[in-house]
C-alpha cells in the first residue's frame, strides 16, 4: 500500500462482490486466506475510489471496539 496510515489492521484483499445503493454501498473483500470482510462505504466514496468486482483493495479497521450481539 502506497499510503502511510496509523491504523493497525490494514488487510489486503480482492473485492467479490458490491452491492451499490442509492447511498452506501456494500462491499465484500476476500482475503488470501479466505475470509471475507464485509464494509458499507458511501456509494460516492467506492466511485471516487474506483472500486469494482476482481480489484485489490484493503480492509482499513481502526476502532476502539467491535460489538457482536445475540437474542
Known amino acids: 500500500m502506497k499510503n502511510?496510515?496509523?491504523a493497525r489492521n490494514c488487510i489486503k484483499g480482492?473485492?467479490?462482490s458490491m452491492k451499490e445503493g442509492p447511498v452506501?454501498?456494500?462491499v465484500t473483500l476476500e482475503t488470501e486466506a479466505?475470509?471475507?470482510i464485509v464494509s458499507?462505504?458511501?456509494t460516492t466514496s467506492a466511485k471516487n475510489l474506483g472500486l469494482k468486482e476482481g480489484?485489490?483493495?484493503y480492509a482499513v479497521?481502526?476502532?476502539s471496539s467491535v460489538m457482536?450481539?445475540?437474542d
Open 55 to 57: 480489484k485489490t483493495a
Open 4 to 6: 502511510q496510515l496509523s
Open 24 to 26: 452506501s454501498t456494500e
Open 61 to 63: 479497521i481502526k476502532a
Open 40 to 42: 458499507s462505504i458511501t
Open 14 to 16: 480482492r473485492i467479490i
Open 68 to 70: 457482536v450481539a445475540v
Open 34 to 36: 479466505g475470509e471475507k
